[in-house]
Structures are given as structure tokens and as C-alpha cells.
């Protein structure tokens, strides 16, 4: 484990990030039910709703969002 940390940080600090950025660790590879489901329908099949499984290629996804501004895009201006 001390050598996934070690990657982690010499990762963060090769793209400059510093301590004070939102970083945040998420997984992907998820599939979560987002319809209801017949209260009769086969569990195997038919997950409950909300429910979240993870996939076997699941995966870690570290973003740094201070450094991901969201920036609206603007109609062009008629001259």
C-alpha cells in the first residue's frame, strides 16, 4: 500500500498540484439503477432501485477540480 501512496504523491507532485486543490478520489466502472423496477421482477436481472454495483475492471479516477473550471460557453457576438 505504501507504494500506491508513493505513486499517488509523486503523481500529484509531477502535475504541480499542491495541497490546498479539491482533490478528490472517485471509482469508475460502476453501474448504478436508475429506473424502478416491478416489485416482482427477478432480482438477478432487475437490481432495486439506487442500487450501485461495481464492475471487475473497476477503476480509480483522481481529479483535481480547482484546477477544472467550468466555463459556460457564450452565443457569438454580432458586429
Do not use: C
Not at 48 to 60: E, I, K, L, M, R
Request: avoid cysteine; glycine fraction near 6%.
Amino acid at each position: 500500500m505504501d507504494d500506491i501512496l508513493n505513486q499517488i504523491t509523486t503523481t500529484i507532485e509531477t502535475l504541480g498540484w499542491n495541497i490546498d486543490d479539491d482533490i478528490r478520489v472517485e471509482v469508475g466502472g460502476v453501474a448504478a439503477t436508475g429506473t424502478a423496477t416491478h416489485p416482482d421482477a427477478n432480482p438477478k436481472w432487475a437490481k432495486p432501485f439506487g442500487s450501485v454495483t461495481y464492475q471487475n475492471d473497476a477503476f480509480v479516477v483522481i481529479k483535481n477540480r480547482s484546477r477544472n473550471p467550468v466555463v459556460s460557453s457564450k452565443a457569438p457576438e454580432n458586429e
